[in-house]
């Protein structure tokens, strides 16, 4: 399996820019999380899914935030419009069964200037 | 607020020397820890589990788990430069969503030749 896929690896845009992030779970994985990672805060989780059905979106920092997973292979975090405090390394993750670890995909460094 | 809590380090080791990585956690009903690796610029790489008081040993690794005293820990045997990295404590939040993993901030471990 070639493991959690995120696109892009990297993403400079400007302050009110839509930004959409990209994710592909492992296959037969049955949930799915973003985080966000940044230096003073560490790792935050944003939303959860289950079986493609969020479970909790307490971590979505606000309205500018939104995540969707269609089916089991593919889930987005969009942002609009995007700040400058949005700057961050995005990650997503999959498992199998949540409480068994999680398998991190490479993340996307997002700049918002 | 559940926390999970780590010190940040850096700690510095000699090459072959024993690496103690703490971590203590808050939500008492906790059921799963992990320790994950993380090379600067990369992603989090799970390294061991524990569910069960005791030691669990993997290699070079053991992970060490109280949880009367809630605290976790990671010992890494005979140290190598290339254990250089920043080692992050997750553990699941047992009373909210039960999938999600609460991360520590991460030590950072420096393994000098």
């Known amino acids: 399996d070639a493991g959690v896929i995120q696109s892009p690896r990297h993403e400079v845009t400007e302050m009110g820019q839509e930004v959409t992030l990209r994710c592909k779970p492992i296959?037969?994985?049955?949930?799915l999380f973003w985080y966000r990672q940044t230096m003073m805060r560490g790792l935050e989780l944003l939303i959860y899914?289950?079986?493609?059905?969020?479970?909790?979106d307490s971590g979505m920092p606000e309205d500018r935030f939104s995540a969707k997973m269609p089916n089991a292979s593919f889930s987005t975090l969009k942002i609009q419009p995007s700040e400058p405090r949005d700057s961050a390394v995005y990650f997503c993750?999959?498992?199998?069964?949540?409480?068994?670890?999680?398998?991190f995909g490479s993340g996307t460094r997002l700049t918002v200037v | 607020q559940k926390e999970v809590e780590q010190n940040s380090g850096p700690l510095s080791v000699p090459e072959g020397a024993i690496a103690s990585l703490n971590c203590t956690y808050s939500?008492?009903?906790?059921?799963?820890f992990f320790w994950y690796r993380q090379y600067s610029g990369k992603s989090p790489e799970l390294i061991m589990f524990?569910?069960?008081?005791g030691d669990k040993e993997d290699g070079r690794f053991t992970a060490q788990l109280n949880k009367a005293s809630q605290y976790v820990s990671l010992l890494i045997r005979d140290s190598q430069p290339s254990d250089s990295a920043t080692y992050l404590c997750a553990v699941n939040d047992y009373g909210g969503s039960q999938g999600n993993l609460i991360f520590g901030k991460g030590t950072k471990l420096s393994v000098k030749p």
């Open positions: 524990i569910y069960s008081n």
């Open positions: 899914f289950n079986n493609n059905v969020p479970i909790d």
């Open positions: 939500d008492r009903g906790s059921q799963s």
């Open positions: 296959s037969g994985h049955n949930s």
């Open positions: 993750a999959s498992s199998f069964r949540a409480e068994g670890g999680y398998t």
